[in-house]
């Protein structure tokens, strides 16, 4: 019995009866195990809410999360390019004579569950996917750099190989997705349940992706269930999904009327009753690929990757180079780190192609020290500030702070300041989050109906006050900007935003900016001294502009401490 095991028996003999109800816990740092494995919640994964919204069509375009339309983009941009390496064969993964062993049928030999149930939810699931065989093959090809890894792990916890292909209903196996419901990663971690399992999010990096760690910590959670359970794989499933407490007190409700507790009697969440049936399907259409007219892209029986140690932080493009590969590449099997290098804090290490570690290894042993990240040594000038700096060279005041030792955001001038900086530009590093993220945006921008504005989040402003003041969806407001719309708002963060409020459409119909230009949304409180024709010419805009904007008469005086709403096309602006 495993250390998890041996833990949840301890836990589960100390609980209470009664469920205590997680949801009002929110994000809470205090979150444990035993609170986890009382938790009510549902979780709708990123890679479910195509199928969602087909078989169930409940999900409106606006309500999905357009996980396809970022692997598989329109645009030609190199971005996209490096997407579209998700599901193109490699040189480890070519069908051929040379391929002996198939990792299919080693993935069909671990497999632990019933699959010769007959219920209408998994034929409702199976006539969805047997129609749909590009969205199997698709999902097939991005889970070849990850599936060895995670069936040999689940071998190695005695779960069934079923388990292996869970990653397809939670993220469609695309290691960037991030769903509504703030999860992220293969296994669609929210931050909360993250914390529990040791996966901690960062400026450099977010654990919840990281291949090895967020594998290890879904497969001790479901580890655990299955021990709660008394090993009912299915009720694990469900609880994985809606929490161990949604499923406890669906056990309960029918025990109380003397009603079968199996998963296909609980009374659940919409979402956990077609969770488990989504993975049913999938296994009977692995396990019989002829029967539902699908073929599955030979994957070898063997590693694709390997992991080498890089011993302190490295710059992603210096390690592409190093090991041989694109940098797209690094990205794919590294899907954790946020920016152009690994974090400073670790975990230090790169996963790379099998083929290419010893390279990578030796490339590592020759390099000079200095050459792992670049440096630039800034002298301080006369109005500058942390956040300024941080914003000129695309990091935050914090790894400023860090990297120079400083107690406080106090600097002074000629000060010298080391800021980390790339090797190359920002296009090069196509996969970091602020490159998938302009991608996105221009994407969205090519077929947008509304005006491009961006607003500067001011302390105290909520995703739903700015969606109601642009006249859009809280959802599109935050998908557009690569958040889930629990995702705190920052003061400083600029958001972007195709409004379809009047007064910027009537700027844009009055000729003053194409609905293309960039505006920025700025909240101005009034001070003392100003007036409606000192405002309007620091801001560079109209007097009756603002007037319009703010339901303003022109010939009244302004209250100092007043907020007013300028929109200031940013090429204008002070």
């Known amino acids: 019995m495993n250390t998890a095991r041996i833990t949840t028996a301890l836990l589960f003999a100390t609980l209470l009866s009664g469920c205590q109800t997680f949801t009002g816990k929110g994000d809470s740092d205090s979150l444990s195990e035993s609170d986890l494995l009382e938790s009510e919640h549902v979780s709708v994964p990123a890679g479910d809410d195509e199928l969602q919204a087909s078989v169930e069509g409940h999900a409106s375009q606006d309500d999905t999360t357009d996980l396809d339309d970022s692997i598989e983009p329109s645009l030609k941009s190199q971005a996209a390019r490096a997407r579209e390496r998700l599901e193109q064969p490699t040189e480890n993964n070519v069908a051929g004579d040379d391929v002996t062993h198939d990792l299919w049928s080693h993935l069909r030999q671990r497999f632990g569950m019933d699959l010769t149930l007959d219920n209408e939810r998994i034929e409702q699931q199976l006539r969805w996917y047997a129609s ?9 090809k991005r ?9 040999k792990q689940t071998e190695d916890r005695g779960l069934p190989g079923e388990y292996a292909l869970l990653p397809v209903v939670e993220s469609a196996y695309d290691p960037f997705a991030y769903s509504h419901g703030r999860a992220a990663g293969l296994w669609q971690f929210i931050p909360s349940t993250g914390r529990v399992y040791g996966l901690n999010q960062s400026w450099w990096h977010d654990q919840r992706r990281d291949v ?45 009327r003397g009603l079968p507790t199996d998963y296909w009697a609980l009374n659940l969440p919409r979402e956990t009753r077609a969770y488990v049936p989504k993975l049913i399907a999938i296994a009977k259409i692995i396990d019989d690929p002829q029967a539902y007219g699908v073929t599955l892209p030979p994957i070898p029986d063997e590693p694709y990757f390997k992991v080498v140690d890089t011993g302190s932080q490295i710059d992603l493009a210096q390690a592409a180079n190093l090991a041989g590969v694109d940098i797209e590449e690094i990205y794919l099997l590294n899907p954790a780190y946020n920016r152009w290098a690994t974090s400073p804090e670790g975990p230090h290490r790169l996963l790379v192609p099998a083929d290419n570690a010893e390279q990578f ?27 300024k700096i941080a914003h000129n060279f695309g990091t935050t005041p914090d790894v400023i702070k860090q990297v120079n030792h400083l107690r406080s955001n106090l600097i002074r001038v000629d000060q010298r300041l080391l800021i980390p900086t790339s090797t190359k530009g920002n296009a090069s590093y196509a996969l970091s989050a602020s490159e998938r993220l302009k991608d996105r945006q221009a994407s969205i921008n090519r077929n947008a109906k509304g005006t491009r504005v961006e607003h500067t989040v001011q302390r105290g402003d909520t995703f739903w006050d700015i969606a109601r003041d642009n006249n859009v969806s809280v959802r599109q407001l935050a998908r557009w900007n690569g958040m889930a719309p629990g995702d705190p708002l920052i003061p400083g963060k600029r958001l972007v935003i195709w409004s379809k409020d009047p007064d910027v459409q ?23 001294g100003d007036s409606l024709a000192r405002i309007a010419g620091r801001f560079n805009v109209n007097v009756r502009d603002i007037a319009s904007w703010n339901s303003l008469n022109v010939n009244n005086y302004l209250q100092p401490g007043q907020s007013l709403v300028l929109y200031v096309d940013i090429r204008r602006s002070p």
């Not at 749909?132 to 097939?140: N, S």
């Not at 030796?362 to 500030?385: C, F, Q």
């Open 132 to 140: 749909h065989p590009r969205y199997i093959d698709r999902v097939a």
């Open 361 to 387: 290894r030796e490339g590592l042993a020759g390099l000079d020290p200095s050459d792992r990240v670049s440096w630039k040594n800034y002298k301080v000038r006369s109005g500058d500030s942390l956040i």
């Open 212 to 256: 090895i760690d967020a594998t290890a910590g879904a497969l001790e959670y479901l580890d655990a269930l299955a021990d709660r359970f008394d090993g009912d794989y299915m009720l694990a499933l469900a609880s994985y999904n809606s929490g161990a407490g949604t499923v406890m007190r669906a056990i309960r409700h029918n025990k109380a």
């Open 143 to 151: 889970a070849r750099r990850y599936l060895y890894y995670i069936l």
């Open 506 to 528: 009537q700027l844009a119909m009055a000729g003053r900016r194409s609905p293309s230009e960039m505006v920025r949304k700025v909240g101005y409180r009034v001070r003392k």
